[in-house]
Each structure stands twice: as C-alpha cells, then as structure tokens.
Nanobody, 116 residues
C-alpha cells in the first residue's frame, strides 16, 4: 500500500522549532523527489521545500535560512527541520512524493500552529 505519513506537527511559540517527519511505504523511496507543502484555509497549497532523489534541495524564499529539508533513504523518511518559527508559518504541512511520469503522492497533513 502506497502511503505517506506525516508526524511532528503541533503548537509552538514564535521563535521555537519543530521537526516534521514523513515516512513512506509502498514506493521506491530513493528514486522519488520529495517535498513539503503547506496550506492555510482559503489559500492555495504552496511549496515550502523540496529535495531531489539525488539530494539537491530547494526552498521557498520565505523559509530560506530557517527551514532545512533532508532525507534518510535507509528509513524511507524525509524531514523538515523548522527553526525560528513565525506565526505566519501556521498551516497544515503536507508531504509529497513525485517522479517523472508518475502521479504525485500526498500525505494526510500535519497541523503546525505558531503562537505569537
């Protein structure tokens, strides 16, 4: 069964940190590009960070220098380390797995709430 399961979300004060995890099953994880998106009510889902199968990373400008995406192919898991969190980082964060000519896979999402 193909599945992405996010964890690590929660409530944190501004300036704090959280680490999100996304465990994959049912796919050849090492061949997938992985990404984190986020969405707030009434807005489109936006890309936060991405990491290719080869380990190249890319970040949205608004999180550069604060967030770090990484992957552990041995554990079929991708992480998002979020530091210096701001109230505007509050959103549901989704894990995404994608590859050329393959439908993208989404997790169920994990809520991150940053209080001021």
């Amino acid at each position: 069964q193909v599945q992405l399961v996010e964890s690590g979300g929660g409530l944190v004060q501004a300036g704090g940190s959280l680490r999100l995890s996304c465990a994959a099953s049912g796919i050849i994880f090492r061949s997938r590009n992985m990404a984190w998106y986020r969405q707030v009510p009434g807005k489109q889902r936006e890309l936060v960070a991405a990491i290719t199968a080869g380990g190249t990373t890319n970040y949205a400008d608004i999180v550069k220098g604060r967030f770090t995406i990484s992957r552990d192919n041995a554990k079929n898991t991708v992480y998002l380390q979020m530091n210096s969190l701001k109230p505007e980082d509050t959103a549901v964060y989704y894990c995404n797995a994608n590859a050329f000519a393959t439908p993208p896979i989404w997790g169920q999402g994990t809520q991150v709430t940053v209080s001021s």
